[in-house]
C-alpha cells in the first residue's frame, strides 16, 4: 500500500540550475520525509516535515508540505553533479510507526 | 551518528537454501525494519520490530521471517530461498520519539540462482 507517488519519474537538468521533484499521498500523516539514495547504495534521510510545518530547508533543500492538497515539493537549488542520484518521500500516518516510500525520482545533474 | 551495519554488500545463494541476513545497529534503537527493493516497485516493507523478540508482519512478510534475540541485531531469514527473492535487501532503525527519519544500512544485493 504505497503512500507517496514521485512526480516526475526522472528528471535531467544542468549543473547550478534548480530540481523540483514533487510527491502525493493519499490519506492523513503525521510526517512526510525525503531520502536520497546514491545508485546501489542505502537511502540516506534528507529532512523531515510534520504535518503542521508548511516550509523546512536544509543547507540547498527547501521543502513545502501542503496537507490541503496532500502534497509535497522537494527545491533542490543550484544544482551539483553530486546530487545525481534517486529522491524517495516518505509519509507516516496517524498510529503508525513505519514509513510508507513511493517510487522515487531520479534526477541526473548534467555537468 | 547512528550506524546500520549490513553484513554482507553481495550475496549470491542456490535455491532452497536458507538465508540469513544480518543488520546491526549501535545506537539502541528500539524499532528496526527490514525492505526489498526491486525496479518499479519501490521499497516495501517485509517485517518490522519494535522490541527484542517482538516482530511484525510488514506487507510482503511471505517466504520471509525475522529474529530479534537482542536489541542491535535485527536478522532476515529465508527459509528456503527462491529465484523470487533476488532483490535488493535494506535494512533501517529508527528512535522513536520525537521523529528524526530513518537510519538505512547500506543494502544487500541478493542474487538467487
Known amino acids: 500500500s504505497q503512500q507517496g507517488e514521485e512526480d516526475p519519474q526522472a528528471l535531467s537538468i544542468q549543473e547550478g540550475e534548480n530540481a523540483t521533484m514533487n510527491c502525493s499521498y493519499k490519506t492523513s500523516i503525521n510526517n512526510l520525509q525525503w531520502y536520497r539514495q546514491n545508485s546501489g547504495r542505502g537511502l540516506v534521510h534528507l529532512i523531515l516535515?510534520?504535518?503542521?510545518?508548511r516550509e523546512k530547508h536544509s543547507g540547498r533543500l527547501r521543502v513545502t508540505l501542503d496537507t490541503s492538497k496532500k502534497s509535497s515539493s522537494l527545491l533542490i537549488t543550484a544544482s551539483r553533479a553530486a546530487d545525481t542520484a534517486s529522491y524517495f518521500c516518505?509519509?507516516?500516518?496517524?498510529?503508525?510507526?513505519?514509513?510508507?516510500f513511493g517510487q522515487g525520482t531520479r534526477l541526473t545533474i548534467n555537468p | 551518528d547512528v550506524k546500520v551495519t549490513q553484513s554482507s554488500r553481495y550475496l549470491v545463494k542456490r535455491t532452497g537454501e536458507k538465508v540469513f541476513l544480518e543488520c546491526v545497529q549501535d545506537m539502541d534503537h528500539e524499532n528496526m525494519f527490514w525492505y526489498r527493493q526491486d525496479p518499479g516497485l519501490g521499497l516495501r516493507l517485509i517485517y518490522f520490530s519494535y522490541d527484542v523478540k517482538m516482530k511484525e508482519k510488514g506487507d510482503i512478510p511471505e517466504g520471509y521471517s525475522v529474529s530479534r534475540e537482542k536489541k542491535e541485531r535485527f536478522s532476515l531469514i529465508l527459509e528456503s530461498a527462491s529465484t523470487n527473492q533476488t532483490s535488493m535487501y535494506l535494512c533501517a532503525s529508527d528512535g522513536g520519539r520525537p521523529p528524526y527519519g530513518y537510519t538505512f544500512g547500506s543494502g544487500t544485493r541478493l542474487t538467487v540462482v
Open positions: 516518505a509519509t507516516v500516518y496517524p498510529g503508525a510507526q513505519k514509513l510508507v
Open positions: 516535515i510534520r504535518s503542521n510545518e
